[in-house]
């Protein structure tokens, strides 16, 4: 038993030590950089310089301010909008609440940059569909609508924001139990005074944490703030970044690393501060008791309640990803018009015919697959670790771990540029595949490991301890009796890592060289050239990889299951 035990502390003394240098090395580098003149992997003198134009000049704070503006207009629209919905699927008679509640979450899977390029072209200021439309309704004489501005910049944030925002809120609310709001509704409460006095207040756990997540992936969004912000000159911490390392010149790559590090101080405080407010409370939701939903019959005001779900449905799902589907097959991108040439497939011929759009297939399959299958592994063991052993630094280990949550990934990105180029020659990996695979990695390890994790501890230690006690030691227990009862969950993990890796962009977009592009990149180039038809084609392409991959996800998942 003493030989098993050591043998586990070594493992996990390996594995916190590779994970403590994937997580660290770059965050160290951030701090490093920041002080640096010059461009990574040019040698230049530390320095002042980079802190003294960064913070004593005044446009960082209309940065900070822009940010603050954007990101609570989001947070505050898209939680609205997340607890009326998750309101109207759990405690009302609407029609079709589980399909609305299906739609609702599906553009959780949906790549932003898609979004993003469906919501350009529905609200160009000159040819946009809905301008179109309004035009031709009203008479007026240009569209009412502008999407290159800081109103469009938070109507897409916005609507990008609501699925999970949504996701998290909805089961909360079948978490409670009706029995509060009745004894509330039998004292003569109306509706509102119950919602906003009952619900809401037995909701603030899911609310809370919903809203600070949102706000913290606002704060570090890349691409929408990019691809919408930089034309109509909104600057916000992401895009100012990007624009200074990649689009001035020379790049000021000491003065981005600055801004970097203030924009990681923040999201990880408003992080800790989620964590502090919540942490002993005890908000009861569940009683002993079992029961049954409250439902309120609304009679032919449900019919209006759902005209209104059905609007959010085609706003966050439909619109935008049919536009860039319409799009592709269009010769002008939101261009409706009955002339010859109006619907052509050229775009996708272009697209096909292109070896770097080949190649970023390529690249992606093989790094998101790699990357996505690593972590795993790691995951396993890492969680394996953590609740299975007495390896000594457990907690830590699980905080190293969660520390990339609050990196934004342009940031990471940025520190892990700082980080590799410099490393002494073979392991110098800057412009190397294995860079955007480490990337991917350190990004995906918080994920893969809380997968997994709740997976490992509904196996109970009976069943290893019986392994134990017929002789076998933990790898063969690990090989024989976990990994056999985790597959679904492993196969879960991969494919979840692996849709999400080969839409990721922010991590990689300062890291990728010629020859290692990814669909993202690739993507991402085409509509900053202006390149909408190829960019739409491309789209289409990425969404149907991430739902084929998420529907053979849902398709062996259960068959595994069955065969358990």
């Known amino acids: 038993m003493g030989k098993w035990f050591e043998a586990s502390n070594a493992t996990g003394w390996i594995l916190f030590l590779v994970v403590g240098f994937l997580v660290l090395y770059p965050v160290s580098w951030l701090l490093v950089g920041s002080f640096l ?36 207009a989001r947070t505050l629209v898209g939680g609205s909008l997340a607890i009326f919905m998750a309101w109207v699927v759990t405690r009302t008679n609407v029609p079709c609440r589980r399909v609305l509640e299906a739609l609702l979450i599906m553009p959780m899977f949906v790549p932003n940059v898609l979004e993003t390029i469906g919501w350009s072209i529905l609200l160009s200021p000159k040819s946009g569909l809905i301008n179109s439309a309004a035009k031709w309704l009203f008479g007026l004489s240009q569209g009412p609508f502008n999407v290159y501005s800081l109103t469009g910049l938070i109507w897409v944030m916005s609507v990008e924001s609501l699925p999970l925002m949504f ?6 609310f079948r978490a409670v139990d009706p029995a509060l709001e009745n004894a509330a509704a039998m004292s003569g409460a109306s509706y509102p005074r119950v ?16 809203l600070t997540l949102t706000f913290v992936r606002g704060m570090e969004a890349f691409e929408t703030p990019t691809l919408i912000g930089l034309p109509a000159r909104v600057y916000v911490f992401t895009n100012q970044i990007y624009e200074v390392t990649t689009l001035k010149m020379p790049p000021r790559y000491g003065e981005a690393t600055a801004l970097g590090l203030l924009l990681f101080f923040i999201t990880a405080v408003l992080v800790l501060f989620q964590q502090r407010m919540l942490r002993g409370k005890e908000f009861f939701v569940v009683t002993g008791r079992g029961y049954q939903q409250r439902v309120i019959e609304l009679g032919w005001a ?20 049919s536009q860039v589907i319409v799009g592709s097959f269009q010769g002008v991108p939101g261009l409706y018009s009955s002339r010859p040439g109006t619907w052509t497939l050229a775009h996708y011929a272009g697209v096909f015919q292109s070896e770097a759009f080949w190649r970023s297939l390529r690249n992606s399959f093989v790094l998101a697959g790699a990357a ?27 905080f190293l771990v969660w520390i990339p949550w609050t990196l934004p ?22 412009g190397t595949a294995w860079l955007l695979i480490i990337a991917f990695i350190t990004s995906g390890l918080p994920l893969g490991v809380r997968l997994l994790a709740g997976a490992l501890v509904q196996i109970h230690p009976s069943l290893e301890q019986a392994g134990w006690s017929s002789g076998a030691n933990r ?34 977009v300062l890291l990728y060289s010629e020859g290692s592009e990814l669909l993202s990149i690739t993507l991402f180039s ?30 062996l998942t259960p068959s595994i299951h069955d065969m358990q």
């Not at 310089?49 to 822009?66: G, H, Q």
């Open 37 to 72: 003149s010059g461009r990574p992997g040019i040698t230049r003198s530390f320095t002042l310089s980079n802190y003294i134009n960064v913070y004593l000049d005044p446009s960082t704070y209309r940065l900070l301010w822009n940010s603050i503006v954007i990101v609570g």
């Open 167 to 172: 996701l998290l809120i909805v089961s909360a």
């Open 195 to 210: 919602f906003f006095r009952v619900t809401l207040p037995l909701l603030l756990p899911a609310v809370l944490g919903a």
């Open 302 to 321: 449900r019919w209006l309640l759902f005209l209104a779900s059905a609007f959010l449905v085609l706003i966050t799902l439909v619109l935008p990803v």
């Open 372 to 398: 996505g299958l690593m972590t795993v592994i790691m995951g396993l063991l890492i969680a394996y670790v953590i609740h299975r052993t007495l390896f000594p630094l457990r907690k830590l280990f699980d």
């Open 409 to 430: 990934g342009l940031v990471m990105g940025l520190g892990m540029l700082w980080a590799y180029i410099y490393l002494p020659d073979p392991f110098n990996l800057y």
């Open 475 to 508: 790898l063969t227990s690990l090989w024989f009796i976990i990994l056999p009862l985790m597959r679904p969950a492993l196969l879960s993990g991969f494919i979840i890592l692996f849709s999400l890796f080969i839409r990721q962009l922010s991590t990689v």
């Open 526 to 555: 085409y509509f900053q050239n202006g390149e909408l038809g190829p960019a739409c084609a491309v789209s289409v392409v990425v969404l149907l990889i991430v739902f084929l991959t998420l529907g053979i996800a849902g398709g």
